[in-house]
DNA sequence: ATGGTCGCGCAGCGA
């Protein structure tokens, strides 16, 4: 089964882009962040067309979450899975697809190290640990893949030199989503790809793309045994290129549940 | 040169 992630930064604007990406490649799970819409908005037309179910879980202007799938999309939560008050932001969204619980995720950015959004963000990843919990505990494969808005390492990000108390790589940052893969999960692409200079999110500012600073924040998460099978994974570089693409470029990742 | 670009939506904020 090939996962993949993808932050499209606006699915009204990217459509056209995602769908021609669709059915290039092809993969069979795809979690989506940023779309920017409402529920009614989604697209469930186009994506039907290409043959797959989607879920979607929107407010509108800002986030928004869903899962796409051509394997089947059961059980669908809009929500953290941890029994708690509904979360105000459309960030995450879980579904179960061929036998995986698959949850699309949009950490929160936190915006300053200090910031009352920074402080959220790390409630936000505790909040998570709990989803996951309790996911896991479901007894099923677990994939959790999403624009983290963290680089785990220093392999992560361009120049760590440049990354020292900011966010995406600040130790509380890095520690939340260690106790997030202390539940089993595993980091899919880093297993298959130790090298460093892998990035899948690049600032559209200053030429950062065609200038190599970018950074991997986007992940995919496999249960142990789930990511044991993982031979192959990709960040589609080509998906940042061109004509009004996302910030962040596409990451696959093929697993066989 | 100490910025730079997007997307949303129509000012200026968020990323």
Redesign the pocket.
């Known amino acids: 089964m090939r996962f993949v992630t993808w932050n499209v930064?606006?699915l009204?604007?990217r459509l056209p882009r995602v769908e021609a990406w669709l059915a290039e490649v092809q993969p069979d799970v795809v979690c989506l962040q940023e779309t920017?819409l409402a529920d009614k908005a989604f697209p469930h037309l186009a994506f039907q067309a290409l043959g797959y179910d989607a879920s979607h879980c929107g407010e509108?202007?800002w986030n928004g979450v869903a899962i796409l799938s051509r394997v089947g999309l059961e059980d669908v939560v809009c929500d953290f899975a941890d029994g708690g008050e509904p979360d105000a932001e459309a960030r995450l969204i879980t579904a179960t697809c061929a036998g995986v619980r698959v949850t699309s995720v949009y950490v929160?950015?936190g915006?300053a190290l200090g910031h009352e959004?920074y402080a959220y963000k790390l409630r936000w990843l505790a909040r998570l640990k709990d989803h996951v919990a309790a996911t896991r505990a479901e007894g099923q494969h677990v994939v959790v893949a999403g624009d983290f808005n963290i680089a785990p390492d220093d392999r992560d990000v361009y120049d760590p030199a440049k990354f020292v108390d900011v966010t995406h790589t600040s130790p509380p940052e890095r520690a939340a989503l260690a106790e997030l893969t202390s539940l089993g999960l595993v980091d899919t692409f880093r297993r298959v790809h130790p090298e460093d200079g892998l990035f899948s999110w690049w600032d559209?500012?200053?030429g950062d793309f065609h200038q190599g600073r970018g950074m991997r924040i986007d992940l995919v998460l496999a249960d142990e045994a789930l990511a044991a099978t993982c031979r192959w994974a990709i960040i589609d570089r080509n998906a940042r290129k061109g004509s009004?693409p996302s910030d962040h470029a596409p990451v696959l990742v093929d697993l066989y549940p």
Request: hydrophobic residues 15%; glycine residues 6%.
């Open positions: 930064n606006s009204k604007i920017k509108g202007r929160p950015n915006r959004h559209y500012r200053a009004q």
